[in-house]
């Protein structure tokens, strides 16, 4: 029984607040005679749980992806927060609203600053599906370590309200219950045309249940400009919904360096074969584009950092965005 | 950075690898003071793993809460243990729990040792018992053969995919399983599930003599108890509803746990 293999190394931190376990995914190293690696841009990476219950992810695409960045050269980290996976403790009751309201961040900080002073990076990229996604944002607004985001199918609503048992109000769960019936589908069908139609005329105004706090840290980010990829899985059944990435692009600024990849033919998880090689190939180059591990000519690195701008690259196919409910 | 730690609980948990054949299986330690018994943990195969985690974390937490050692894991390409999934076959699933097995029956002192398996997992623990290994075996959910778990695993996720694609886009489970039977590879909540997985999954079935606890108990001379889950153990068996909730599931724990107690003589006074 060993705790380090060849390409991994199981870990616990001590966040202070409560002790997690994940996975360290050794940097596939290429130093040898005549490399010419920059150690300065070896930047970490991070991935946070989603509604997971385990830091591997569905279909064990978190693990899948850390071995591929780990072989590019970076050293990448999977954790389980707090109540999760192996991590000490129960999840928090209302996870969803909990995380939405930025509750994993201070934890997270925690985690990236263990790591970084741990194996000596110069900073942490953070990669977060749904839920993670909403934590990685609100941890990149705590912690200048943060070097850059990836985030997969994130949210930018707050969730439905939750009594007192710990599910949605009553009002809510009819409301679920009639959507599903066949009168439910036909009404939601009229419904979701005349929801494109006031989305369409409402650009600017956000919805009621927009998620505010999460937005201005967003914008924040962008405008700062931190390098984020974003993810957006492509399914037929996505509700139309108000347009936040676009709203974050109009307001990040000129500095602005965020790019967003819409993805067919895989699902919110992205861990069917499809999702899982659009989000390396992608999530490679943008990694290679901003946190070279080889040094280049300013030049090279204009080129390369010009595919990955929020100015260059056409976001979506389409002008309106789908976004997830939940994660 | 040691992968030991101790749990609020006071609970002391260590993480480790186990090399196998080609990969390292991911092994947790839950370690008991003063231990008066072992259990290996034989858990659902991959995206069972996913959904019944936290129950299956928290049965571990509290067997080792009253003094007995638990070792849980994950197989050979699933989850944190490395490999490849799709290449993956039950033989080699099965080779896991033997020398897993092995390995805690040689730990020092001998103390009694408990086969127990959730799903795909109670039949491979049954087999390891069914050849000599363990002093008594638990079953939960065992189900009728792999491929019933296998089956149930993909209906469930077609109706998932029914409800995301388009009309014209949907697959149905007949056509997922008809693509199986023609030996292609299907994904499955982002597993790869080969056609000859598939294939062999019919055969992989408990001994006949594990089919009944009462008989069984008598024929191996070991204590054998099967207890078949409802919804109301959800998560740890399907439709997996309520797995972000932290479910009280101590009804099911502590009958098992009096299960245990008796078949492996654990004394009286323990906490419970």
């Known amino acids: 029984m060993t705790e380090t293999i060849g390409t991994r190394e199981l870990i616990v931190l001590d966040t202070g607040e409560e002790t997690v376990r994940g996975t360290y995914h050794k940097a596939f190293d290429k130093t040898g005679p005549g490399s010419n690696l920059t150690e300065l841009n070896r930047v970490g990476v991070l991935f946070l749980n989603s509604l997971s219950p385990t830091r591997a992810a569905p279909g064990d695409s978190a693990v899948f992806w850390a071995d591929c960045f780990a072989k590019c050269g970076y050293p990448t980290f999977r954790v389980d927060s707090p109540g999760f996976g192996d991590s000490d403790g129960d999840p928090p009751p209302a996870c969803l609203n909990f995380i939405s309201k930025g509750g994993h961040a201070s934890v997270a900080t925690a985690i990236v600053g263990q790591l970084i002073a741990r194996f000596k990076l110069p900073g942490m990229v953070i990669v977060g599906l749904c839920a993670g996604a909403v934590s990685a944002i609100y941890t990149a607004a705590a912690t200048p370590e943060c070097k850059g985001l990836v985030l997969m199918d994130p949210y930018f609503h707050l969730p439905p309200a939750i009594g007192s048992g710990g599910r949605p109000v009553m009002r809510q769960r009819l409301n679920n219950r009639i959507s599903r019936s066949a009168i439910g589908r036909l009404v939601r069908g009229k419904g979701g045309r005349l929801t494109t139609f006031r989305v369409f005329f409402s650009r600017d105004t956000l919805p009621s249940n927009a998620n505010v706090l999460l937005l201005d840290c967003l914008r924040g980010a962008a405008s700062a400009g931190l390098p984020i990829l974003i993810f957006n899985a492509h399914t037929q059944q996505k509700p139309l919904q108000f347009d936040y990435l676009g709203y974050i692009l109009g307001l990040a600024g000129s500095k602005s360096k965020v790019l967003v990849k819409t993805v067919e033919g895989t699902g919110h998880s992205f861990s069917n074969p499809t999702g899982r090689a659009t989000v390396r190939q992608h999530s490679e180059s943008w990694l290679n584009a901003w946190f070279p591990l080889k040094k280049c000519g300013k030049d090279d690195e204009k080129m390369l950092r010009s595919q990955f701008t929020s100015e260059t690259v056409s976001c979506t196919p389409q002008a309106r965005l789908p976004l997830h409910s939940k994660g | ?272």
């Open chain 2, 1 to 272: 950075m040691p992968s030991q730690y101790l749990t609020k609980a006071g609970l002391s948990e260590e993480a480790r690898y186990f090399t196998v054949p080609d990969a390292h299986l991911y092994t947790v330690l839950h370690q008991a003071t003063e231990p008066v018994a072992r259990v290996l943990l034989v858990g659902p195969l991959a995206s069972e793993r996913h959904f019944s985690y936290p129950p299956w974390v928290r049965w571990a937490r509290y067997l080792a809460a009253r003094g007995v050692e638990v070792l849980r894991y994950d197989y050979r390409g699933v989850g944190e243990s490395t490999g490849a999934f799709e290449k993956m076959t039950f033989g080699e699933w099965k080779e896991d729990v033997e020398l897993l097995a092995d390995w805690v029956t040689s730990r020092s002192p001998r103390l009694p040792f408990v086969l127990h398996g959730l799903e795909i997992g109670a039949i491979l623990a049954g087999k390891c018992f069914h050849g000599g290994m363990g002093d008594a075996l638990l079953m939960w959910s065992p189900p009728s053969s792999a491929n019933q778990a296998l089956r149930a695993s993909l209906l469930q996720w077609a109706g998932v995919k029914q409800l995301l694609e388009s009309p014209e886009n949907r697959t149905s489970a007949a056509e997922y399983i008809r693509q199986l039977q023609q030996g292609s590879a299907i994904d499955v909540q982002g597993y790869q599930l080969s056609g000859s997985l598939w294939s062999d999954s019919f055969d992989v079935k408990l001994p006949s003599s594990l089919n009944d606890d009462m008989s069984a108990s008598v024929a191996y001379k070991r204590p054998v108890s099967i207890v078949k889950l409802g919804k109301s153990a959800s998560p740890l068996v399907p439709p997996f509803r309520g797995y972000l909730e932290t479910k009280d599931l101590n009804w099911l724990y502590s009958s098992n746990f009096d299960w245990i107690a008796s078949a492996v003589a654990i004394p009286a006074g323990r906490p419970k």
